[in-house]
């Protein structure tokens, strides 16, 4: 899959990221760590010194960045970026707003940035939710659509025993390994939970493939590793989601509690970096395809299948 910033396009590119961030007295640590994984690991320029680059302003952005594609990544990471300062002021918010007016873009990132210092975590979920709208149909697990649409009234046992029924297949075959990934993590099943059950199975079947474990920093790397693999909407949201819960902290349910500054623990900066540059080094979308149909394949064969490499630790 195209890595989107080419070569020649780093250096501009994280010059315009850094004065995206250079508000209320500077970047905060978080943020230069994060744009230095991307730079360094993601775009592999360890070359390239953040400290020595003369930060880029929005006409500079505008006439650097021409490309379509590239104009919505520098959007894309901008977003990821201003997510990263804690708290999220104004300032911050609007520097980020004048840069994508300058390249014209806009999208729902950048609109509940604005809305979350505007108005508040409860308000910026409510537009999570209004921008997700049916994209959650294309995060769901093919076979499922239709008859799980939506989260269920109660649970449905039934669903849970034939999704449990699969450890009973070889061993590290796709399906064997979706039901240990549970049993590991002590997660109840699709079903057990009634929570949009064809979400999950296809959102844990990526985490199988990916090798993600549910860590905050695991749902953030898996988040970079749909986008880098297609920039779709659906992908955009669904990273857009891990942030809000795990970064952001205005996303949550009553089982599942929102978190700030994950980017900030030992290593996750760089195991973002890692998604992105698996993801772009993917040979097809795994993260779309009908996984209960694969779930007999040896798990290294379905990564063989869509050219998944291998992750680092």
């Not at 790397?221 to 986008?227: C, K, N, P, S």
Request: glycine residues 8%; contains cysteine; negative net charge.
């Amino acid at each position: 899959m195209p890595r989107v910033i080419d070569d020649p396009m780093v250096e501009p590119v994280a010059r315009a990221l850094l004065g995206a961030i250079e508000v209320d007295g500077g970047a905060t640590d978080e943020q230069r760590s994060v744009l230095a994984a991307i730079v360094h690991g993601y775009w592999e320029r360890p070359d390239l010194d953040l400290d020595a680059l003369e930060p880029l302003d929005p006409a500079g952005t505008a006439a650097a960045v021409t490309d379509v594609a590239q104009r919505a990544r520098v959007r894309e990471l901008m977003v990821l970026l201003e997510l990263c300062r804690h708290p999220l002021t104004q300032t911050q918010v609007d520097r980020v707003a004048t840069y994508a007016d300058a390249i014209d873009q806009s999208g729902p990132g950048l609109a509940m940035a604005r809305t979350l210092v505007r108005d508040g975590a409860e308000e910026a979920m409510a537009d999570y939710y209004r921008y997700l709208g049916d994209l959650g149909d294309k995060m769901s697990e093919p076979s499922m659509r239709e008859q799980y649409p939506t989260s269920l009234e109660e649970p449905d046992h039934e669903l849970a025993a034939r999704l449990r029924a699969m450890h009973d297949l070889p061993e590290h075959t796709l399906g064997w390994e979706y039901v240990e990934f549970y049993r590991r993590n002590g997660l109840k099943l699709p079903g057990d939970d009634p929570s949009m059950p064809a979400v999950f199975v296809a959102h844990d079947m990526c985490h199988v493939i990916g090798g993600y474990e549910p860590t905050g920093q695991g749902e953030i790397a898996l988040g970079a590793m749909q986008l880098a693999i297609a920039d779709t909407p659906a992908h955009w949201m669904g990273f857009l989601g891990n942030l809000a819960v795990h970064e952001a902290g205005f996303l949550g349910t009553a089982d599942l509690q929102p978190k700030t500054a994950t980017l900030t623990r030992a290593g996750a900066p760089e195991m973002l970096a890692e998604g992105f540059r698996r993801g772009a080094a993917c040979t097809g979308d795994f993260t779309t395809a009908d996984h209960l149909a694969m779930a007999a394949l040896p798990i290294a064969d379905v990564r063989a299948k869509y050219g998944v490499p291998p992750l680092s630790s």
